[in-house]
């Protein structure tokens, strides 16, 4: 009985370092897992590359993408549109691979209300100050981008409750460790195991009968 992928949503502060965290399961485990990757309208960072970190577009690309129906689902972050494929992720699930949408909040609430049985993380650093050290370090952003994204941290920080899990990532490979097992866990679940329940009941009503 061949299994589809578990639906992941890992979501996290900006700064949180849950891209950091997606990288390193990917590179330990890669067999087992697809990140989808985002169509967005923001301007790609110095390194980034087209296709690998997200499928950049222009506004007007990112709406017929909308009316199309082709993103499960999308959001406004920060003045930009960031949107999730759609055709990616299902094929990939089909597939039995387990596949990771890395998303904010709203996202993750749609995807959820979309698919009740996507499993919803979040990532969180140890503290306030560990987060706008790290914003600043990267020193992708400038200022008054690092302060909205603060304050945009605030605001999610008031739907965390929302997720099935909080994550903190203080060591990294201890956290990565740890998203894997949640995983991984999601799978022996009675609810995601209804086929082989099923299956199982049936076979041992052929053996009750000849009692
Ligand atoms: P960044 O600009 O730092 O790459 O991403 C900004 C925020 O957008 C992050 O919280 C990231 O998780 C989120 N994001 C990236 N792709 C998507 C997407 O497809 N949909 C939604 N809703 N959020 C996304």
Do not use: W
């Not at 082709?70 to 596949?99: F, H, S, W």
């Not at 306030?128 to 600043?136: F, S, T």
């Not at 302060?147 to 201890?174: C, H, M, P, Q, W």
């Amino acid at each position: 009985m061949k299994k589809k992928g578990i639906l992941s949503v890992v979501s996290g502060f900006s700064g949180s370092g849950k891209g950091t965290i997606m990288k390193e399961l990917l590179k330990n485990y890669k067999d087992q897992y697809a990140l989808s990757i985002s169509a967005t309208t923001r301007k790609p960072r110095v390194g980034e590359v087209e296709g690998r970190e997200y499928f950049f577009k222009t506004p007007e690309e990112f709406e017929s993408m909308i009316e199309n129906n082709q993103l499960i689902e999308y959001a406004c972050y920060v003045g930009n549109y960031y949107g999730t494929p759609r055709a990616y992720v299902e094929e990939m699930l089909e597939k039995g691979k387990d596949v990771i949408l890395e998303i904010e909040i709203q996202g993750a609430l749609k995807v959820k209300e979309k698919f009740p049985d996507t499993l919803l993380l979040f990532i969180s650093p140890p503290s306030a100050e560990v987060l706008k050290e790290r914003l600043i370090g990267r020193g992708t952003e400038d200022m008054d981008t690092i302060n909205k994204r603060l304050s945009r941290a605030f605001e999610e920080s008031l739907g965390v409750e929302n997720y099935d899990y909080f994550v903190i990532n203080d060591d990294l490979a201890t956290c990565v460790k740890e998203v894997h097992s949640l995983i991984q866990n999601e799978k022996s679940r009675a609810s995601r195991n209804i086929n082989y329940i099923n299956h199982i009941r049936e076979e041992l009503k052929g053996f009750s009968k000849g009692e």
